[in-house]
């Protein structure tokens, strides 16, 4: 059967894969601290028909090979840890982190993941929580009676009760070398992998990590206009491929009719 | 009679080899650094059939064109492409590999290293961020060289083959290999790109319209062939009486 065959569907996967991560990118383009993701492709192997400089009659070499190339597939995805635009929520436990560095969050299995929404809330026993409940690491409990609690750019917890106002605890955040090499476990939560390394943790504002902006949250770093311009790219790249498959196709039907004469 | 089939026969393998060649580049039309394989051989033979002057068999030539791609602006620190003629290397137990795609990461040691995990070769060996700089204050300067910060870290080891760029074979994953007489040389005009991609350089357009010369290549040799069939056909009959 024709090579052809294979390597265009090789080809209409990947961009089927395309379609995928970029429908995703837009699904979440409201989530915050949502980082978009890029797919980068690779050609497959290639079958060597004749090697670049062989021999092709006496004396003379020939300049370039051939050689058939069978495909593309997908090499990895990777996270684009741009910054996302900050948004003024007026709350004041939004908080957004303005440069690197992750919340630290602690899983009720006692893991700790990663994440850079920052819309905290207060748990039943007034711990600052995710969204989804989880505890921020280093816990922290507001006190009972406290009647305003801000948050500092250095991630200090300042708590204002009838008795004045209290530091009771500061936010670390957490740096990876690699952080493309996090896992997504999803609800805006990511965790660490051998390819990521180890984190490091931090103040805020100190060792290059970002500061803490109260009051903000931090928009997902989707732009809608370059994964439209994607989505379209990888329609009309699927297209094309599809004809690759029309035409090999048409070739054979061709010599079918020719065998059948 | 059999001298006409063995040249439509070789005509039609060529085109089929061709119509693998534009596949693969049609698949590769979003592969980051991909460049795009010439396929000429429909154009020789429909150049030839024009003249009168089948010779049947024409050379199928599949050498690269080393053209830029597009580039693409994706922001992300440690994304580079390369403007101009030149190759960044990237060490693997086999030797070195050549490839135009700079979509590189860091281990979790903190080197730099393709998507693939194998290492990018610095120009005093392997670049290596160290521990408690984050990847966003990495700067790549135009020709190559990285800083972190304030300090120096080690400059991209970028190659150019001049006139042998013909003699590298493709080894897959983006990556092209030389052949051991082949030694690199020193890249001119060449600048680093930071926060792009070089995208494939394949044209789509030119593409389709090859595929639709080499499908109608194809019909005109088996309507050739089926012409042919038949005038043995009636030949052997009349011969028969």
Known sequence: MLRAFSTAATGMSAQQMMVDVTANNLANINTSGFKRSQVDFQDLLYIKMREAGAEVSSGIKAPSGIEVGSGVRAGATQKVFTN???INTGRNLDIAISGDGFLQVTMPDGTIKYTRDGALQLGPDGQLVTTTGYLIEPAITVPTGATNISIAPDGGVNVTTNSGTTIIGTIQLARF???SGLSSDGDNLLSDTEASGTATTGTPGADGFGTIQASFLEKSNVQMVTELVNLITAQRAYEVNSRTIKAGDDMLRNSIQIASV | MSDMNAQISSAVSGLTRELDIIANNLANISTVGYKRKCNTFSKILSAQESQQNSAGEAEL??????????FIQSGRTLDLALCGKGFFV???????????????????NGQLVD???RTVAGANGPITIPQGISVSQINVASDGSITAGENIIGKLKIVDFKDKENELTAAGLNCYSAPKEVQPGKPENVIVKQGYLEGSNVQMVEELVDMIMVSRLYEANMKFLSVGSENTKSL??????
């Open chain 1, 84 to 86: 996302g635009e900050l």
């Open chain 1, 177 to 179: 070398t690699n952080p």
């Open chain 2, 61 to 70: 030539k599949s050498a690269f064109d080393f053209s830029d791609g597009n």
């Open chain 2, 90 to 108: 990237v060490e693997t137990a086999e030797g070195p590999l050549y490839t135009r795609n700079g979509s590189f990461d860091l281990n979790k």
């Open chain 2, 115 to 117: 998507s693939q995990g």
């Open chain 2, 236 to 241: 052997i009959n009349v011969a028969m009486g």
